[in-house]
């Protein structure tokens, strides 16, 4: 589904009363339910699915900025999965004075909160682009009946309007803003972070001076299986112009496994260290393209889009560490305990790491260079300011 939408602060006044007055004394009796099909046999739910639409939908924007931004030859975009915005001081930090990342003037940013306990309660767009001096827009995707997952559900405080989306924050102005609702990968209300919604890509012209470019910000479902995240990324081309300069960025979950249950990631997995861990890392975690994920790229390619140029080559964008608790209590809530032991023996000549490639650019028609992985965003850090990568392109728009 797709929608297009334009904001100011009443309407965003608006949304907050629906959720707080119309919406969260019923959560509790929506987070009950096991299934989605449970969901729907309820009239509670029913008679508020107007407002859950509502609230879902609706895009919020505003500005920042504090002069107009000039011309330039070249213009940076930064794809980074904030992780929720959960360290949001350091990441500011970062985005002001890291010589990479200071200089961007577009930012593509996947998981972000409004209102979740997980990162304080707070706007993290509103709060990114006040701070950044930016103008912006931020898409719903969820709204989240629990405080999130694995050690998030240990942070102190309550929900307040618990939404989570993406944004696209920009020097430049936003026009034609665009809300790209995704299939769900799997039943969302079936697990432990049970969340009303699905994942939406968020589209946007950025007013580049004489020369507008069309960018969206793309996170693909990480339990779900190959297919599905092409799938996905079909319906997000499908919803945007079939000419013309177009740049996709985000975190597309390039895993190369089957998530979407427990069962096929376990398989997946044992075939993997079949195959050799080391073999694995090298010719297809940092290369998902060649074979687990190869109809997400030959779709892109077939469309027109270049990404073998637009990012740094079997760079990876995550480490998955089996001794980092963040990860490990994440991953325990679907896959059994057993697992971790066996996962343990089979990174055992990795020291328990394992470094993928899931976060990408694609361009359309468009003159793309210097394709970056800034790993200082994790590397060195205590606590890190993500677990994902920021990367960054440069490109020339005529």
């Not at 011309?71 to 985005?95: D, S, T």
């Not at 589209?203 to 779900?224: I, K, M, Q, R």
């Not at 599905?228 to 997000?236: G, I, L, T, Y």
Request: some cysteine; overall charge neutral; charged content about 25%.
């Amino acid at each position: 589904m797709l929608v297009e939408h334009r904001d100011d602060c009443l309407e965003f006044q608006e949304i907050a009363e629906l959720i707080r007055g119309r919406l969260r004394p019923v959560l509790p009796v929506l987070a009950e339910c096991r299934s989605s099909r449970e969901l729907e046999a309820l009239d509670v739910y029913h008679r508020n699915r107007r407002v859950l639409q509502r609230v879902l939908e609706k895009v919020h924007t505003g500005s920042f900025l504090r002069e107009d931004a000039p011309a330039r030859p070249v213009y940076r975009i930064v794809a980074w999965n904030i992780e929720r915005g959960k360290q949001l001081a350091g990441q500011i930090e970062v985005l002001r004075h890291d010589a990479y990342l200071r200089d961007a003037d577009v930012l593509l940013l996947t998981e972000t909160d409004i209102g979740m306990a997980r990162s304080g309660n707070v706007d993290v767009a509103r709060t990114l682009a006040s701070a950044l001096g930016m103008h912006y827009a931020f898409s719903p995707c969820y709204l989240s009946l629990v405080k999130g997952s694995g050690v998030e559900r240990d942070v102190e405080g309550e929900n307040d309007l618990g939404l989570h989306g993406n944004a696209i924050l920009s020097r430049y102005p936003l026009s034609n803003l665009k809300r790209i609702e995704l299939r769900n990968g799997i039943d969302k209300m079936a697990g432990k972070e049970k969340r009303l919604g699905a994942q939406a890509a968020l589209a946007a012209t950025v007013e580049f001076p004489g020369s507008p470019l069309t960018v969206a910000c793309v996170h693909l479902d990480a339990n779900s299986t190959q297919r599905h995240r092409a799938d996905q990324m079909r319906d997000v081309l499908d919803n945007l112009s079939r000419s013309g300069p177009l740049l996709v960025g985000g975190d597309w979950n390039t895993t190369t496994f089957n998530s979407s249950t427990a069962f096929h990631a376990i398989m997946g997995y044992f075939l993997r260290v079949l195959m050799g861990p080391g073999n694995v890392i090298r010719n297809h975690y940092l290369h998902p393209d060649r074979w687990f994920e190869r109809h997400l790229f030959r779709l892109l390619e077939g469309r027109g889009f270049d990404y073998r140029n637009c990012n740094v080559p079997a760079e990876h964008t995550i480490f998955y560490d089996v001794n980092d608790i963040r990860a490990h209590k994440g991953l325990a809530e679907w896959v059994p305990g057993w697992c971790f032991p066996f996962i343990r023996w089979a990174l055992r000549e990795h020291n328990g790491g394992c470094p993928l490639k899931i976060d990408w650019f694609a361009a359309r028609e468009l003159a793309c260079r210097d394709p970056r992985v800034i790993h200082e965003v994790r590397d060195g850090r205590h606590p890190v300011l993500s677990d994902h990568d920021a990367i960054g392109i440069d490109v020339v728009v005529k």
